[in-house]
């Protein structure tokens, strides 16, 4: 399963548009198949990178007081919340997608709207490795973050909402617009009540 899972991620990475045409043909009888063989481990990296990063780099010290098992809790908390919403946002990617297919002509379908949804995420949660760059590996994240809406627009031109070729980019633009304006606002959300909560220091 790790094997094909990181032949997925590869493939999906650095030769996106082949991997699209392998991942149109795919059929899964249960939504949750695609979830449990690729979304629940990769939607995992960042927030567990995140909190291993600030085991590394003394993000859960309180000042003039050392280690805080208070913080580290709260922190944990926070990566668990964080997962959980991840996991709610590709769904909802996902039926945006579907919901804007007749605006540029295109086929609803539920299952390909999130297969889009979750391949053009790889990025964002492959790129959770650099939450281990002390101070910019958010920002270095967010940057590498930004390639999904490549393989996002790589996609559509596959075919999988029979997408007219002369609304592809549009659709891609549309889409990944939303995606990213849904993921930043849950996240500053969530980091906003955490840091109120106590959590000071949120790699």
């Not at 958010?138 to 596959?158: C, H, K, N, Q, T």
């Not at 070729?165 to 990213?180: D, F, M, N, P, T």
């Given at each position: 399963?790790?094997?094909?899972?990181?032949?997925?991620?590869?493939?999906?990475?650095?030769?996106?548009?082949?991997?699209?045409?392998?991942?149109?043909?795919?059929?899964?009888?249960?939504?949750?198949?695609?979830?449990?063989?690729?979304?629940?481990?990769?939607?995992?990296?960042?927030?567990?990178?995140?909190?291993?990063?600030?085991?590394?780099?003394?993000?859960?010290?309180?000042?003039?007081?050392?280690?805080?098992?208070?913080?580290?809790?709260?922190?944990?908390?926070?990566?668990?919340?964080?997962?959980?919403?991840?996991?709610?946002?590709?769904?909802?990617?996902?039926?945006?997608?579907?919901?804007?297919?007749?605006?540029?002509?295109?086929?609803?379908?539920?299952?390909?709207?999130?297969?889009?949804?979750?391949?053009?995420?790889?990025?964002?949660?492959?790129?959770?490795?650099?939450?281990?760059?002390?101070?910019?590996?958010?920002?270095?994240?967010?940057?590498?973050?930004?390639?999904?809406?490549?393989?996002?627009y790589s996609g559509f031109a596959a075919s999988l909402m029979?997408?007219?070729?002369?609304?592809?980019?549009?659709?891609?633009?549309?889409?990944?617009?939303?995606?990213?304006?849904?993921?930043?606002?849950?996240?500053?959300?969530?980091?906003?009540?955490?840091?109120?909560?106590?959590?000071?220091?949120?790699?």
């Amino acid at each position: 399963m790790l094997i094909e899972l990181a032949h997925r991620v590869q493939g999906i990475l650095l030769r996106s548009r082949r991997e699209w045409i392998k991942i149109k043909e795919e059929f899964f009888p249960l939504i949750s198949q695609l979830f449990s063989s690729y979304v629940l481990i990769l939607a995992a990296l960042p927030p567990v990178i995140g909190f291993l990063g600030n085991i590394l780099y003394g993000g859960f010290r309180k000042p003039y007081s050392g280690w805080s098992w208070d913080v580290a809790g709260k922190n944990l908390l926070f990566c668990i919340v964080t997962y959980i919403f991840s996991l709610i946002i590709v769904y909802v990617i996902g039926r945006i997608i579907n919901v804007l297919a007749p605006i540029f002509s295109s086929r609803r379908s539920n299952l390909n709207s999130l297969k889009l949804a979750i391949y053009s995420l790889t990025p964002y949660w492959i790129g959770g490795v650099v939450y281990l760059v002390p101070r910019t590996g958010w920002i270095l994240r967010d940057l590498v973050a930004l390639y999904g809406i490549y393989i996002l627009y790589s996609g559509f031109a596959a075919s999988l909402m029979e997408t007219p070729r002369e609304k592809v980019l549009k659709y891609s633009i549309v889409s990944g617009i939303l995606a990213i304006v849904l993921i930043a606002g849950v996240e500053i959300i969530l980091r906003a009540l955490f840091a109120v909560w106590g959590v000071l220091s949120i790699a």
